[in-house]
């Protein structure tokens, strides 16, 4: 088997130490983490964690059990790049005196898709959304123009072929629902139940 890049989804509750706990399996393993990112994800209370690293799917397949045993991890996906819709955003700090001077770096900017989102006498902040060639293109397209300063965000991921987790936990819900929660009979008496 070869390896390759996995996009690793994890819908889990939203507790405290449970990103070290996951951290601790890929470290245990030597695997490197290419990019995490964790966010709300569409059912209220439950966080979606996005994890991409390159090694073979048995290795991943693996992994995403070992995720899933955690307590509060409902439920973990893994896919190829193939399989999901997915982007970075990157930000990129160039002098603004290069900018006003050469319209030849403006011209660059729109055809990468960058738009400004800072504009100080000393810097311009410029963003763009794309895969990550596309986003080191345009660090080897301003290098020559005084970067100053380049920043890129955690991969964000949706997986084509799914109905998503929410109809899934929907369905689960219906089909077995939770206990109703029944009052203690004997909760305001507490008088008469515990006098002798």
Do not use: C
């Not at 409902?74 to 970075?88: F, G, P, R």
């Not at 964000?156 to 109809?167: C, P, Q, T």
């Amino acid at each position: 088997m070869e390896r390759q890049e996995y996009n690793i989804t994890a819908y889990t509750e939203n507790q405290i130490g449970l990103l070290n706990r996951i951290a601790i399996i890929f470290s245990r393993r030597k695997i490197n983490i290419e990019s995490l990112n964790t966010s709300p994800s569409e059912i209220d209370g439950i966080h979606r964690f996005n994890i991409v690293i390159v090694e073979t799917e048995e290795v991943v397949r693996k992994i995403a059990g070992q995720i899933e045993k955690q307590v509060e991890v409902l439920k973990v996906y893994y896919n190829t790049n193939e399989d999901v819709i997915w982007q970075e955003m990157a930000l990129y700090k160039v002098p603004t005196d290069v900018i006003a001077e050469k319209a030849l770096v403006e011209r660059l900017l729109r055809e990468n898709g960058a738009r400004a989102v800072v504009i100080r006498k000393d810097y311009t902040v410029f963003e763009t959304t794309g895969h990550r060639e596309e986003t080191d293109n345009l660090i080897k397209v301003l290098q020559p123009y005084g970067l100053i300063e380049f920043v890129r965000s955690a991969r964000i991921a949706i997986i084509k072929d799914s109905e998503g987790f929410n109809k899934k936990l929907r369905e689960f819900e219906q089909r077995e629902p939770g206990s109703e929660v029944v009052e203690n009979e004997y909760l305001n008496s507490r008088e008469k139940v515990f006098t002798m």
